[in-house]
């Protein structure tokens, strides 16, 4: 099993086709340059975990992580699949369907959770749940699913933090802003130690420190690509009379 995410690229698929469209794409509407390549594991199974603060990040991120050699998965919207030539898309290169909220109350998918451990995928979940409600666009308080999803299956948790996402379309927006081009940084972190919660996947304060562990991480790597220190207290939405999701 550990040689399939390698041959998964190497191997004749929908990927390719998505990836050379996708890639150069990128390419041309962005600088992106890809930090801490190593960081990123060659083989196996592990959770990405992204900050979230422009609409595009999801195709930056897994740009990065295509180029880097491996498939990139995301916990999409279940309301995604129903939609036609999208859903096909998203299931032919295994997406992972979610219900709406799902992530955010724990509700993993437990057949899909079994297939990344079983066929050693890397899948990509954003712990904030949403665009963050940070006016500076510092990561924000973060959901349990991450966290709850690494705790069950046992495995790692890779942060990783990109900037310049928002110089290509802006928060909120689903504009690109094409000129000038934007630099783009994404840079690749240790795996977090989630050691101390290791078999309380359903224990709820144990979901919450591991959570502000991974929230941690990424704002770490985020302060080293912005040259910058993040606030001491992460941003919650329910304390700036907020929504968790939506335009704002």
């Known amino acids: 099993m550990a040689d399939r995410p390698r041959q998964e690229k190497l191997r004749p698929s929908l990927w390719w086709i998505l990836g050379a469209i996708a890639v150069p794409f ?3 509407t962005s600088h992106l340059t890809i930090r801490a ?4 594991p060659a083989t ?3 959770i990405l975990t992204p900050n979230h603060n422009s609409n595009i990040d999801p195709l930056v991120i897994a740009v990065a992580v295509w180029r880097l050699g491996r498939a990139p998965r995301f916990m999409a919207k279940a309301s995604l699949f129903a939609v036609p030539v999208i859903g096909a898309l998203l299931r032919g290169v295994g997406q992972i369907p979610v219900e709406r909220g799902g992530m955010q109350r724990g509700a993993i998918p437990i057949d899909a959770a079994k297939r990344i451990v079983a066929e050693g995928h890397c899948v990509i ?3 904030e749940g949403s665009l963050t409600r940070d006016p500076a666009l510092w990561p924000m308080r973060g959901k349990t699913g991450a966290a709850r999803l690494a705790l069950d ?3 790692p948790v890779i942060p990783v933090a990109h900037w310049g996402t928002q110089g290509l379309m802006p928060i909120y927006s689903k504009r690109l802003r ?3 081009r934007p630099h783009i940084d994404v840079l690749f972190g240790d795996p977090v130690d989630l050691t101390p919660w290791t078999g309380r996947a359903t224990d709820p304060a144990a979901l919450l420190a591991a959570t502000a562990a991974i ?3 990424v704002t770490a790597l985020l302060e080293q690509l912005r040259g910058e220190t993040a606030p001491a207290d992460r941003w919650d939405p329910s304390k ?3 929504t968790e999701t939506g335009r704002f």
């Open 125 to 127: 979940v954003y712990p």
């Open 240 to 242: 700036h009379g907020q």
């Open 178 to 180: 094409l000129s000038p």
């Open 26 to 28: 990128v390419r041309g």
């Open 153 to 155: 299956l046992g495995i």
């Open 37 to 40: 390549r190593d960081k990123l």
């Open 215 to 217: 929230m941690t991480a």
């Open 44 to 46: 196996g199974p592990f």
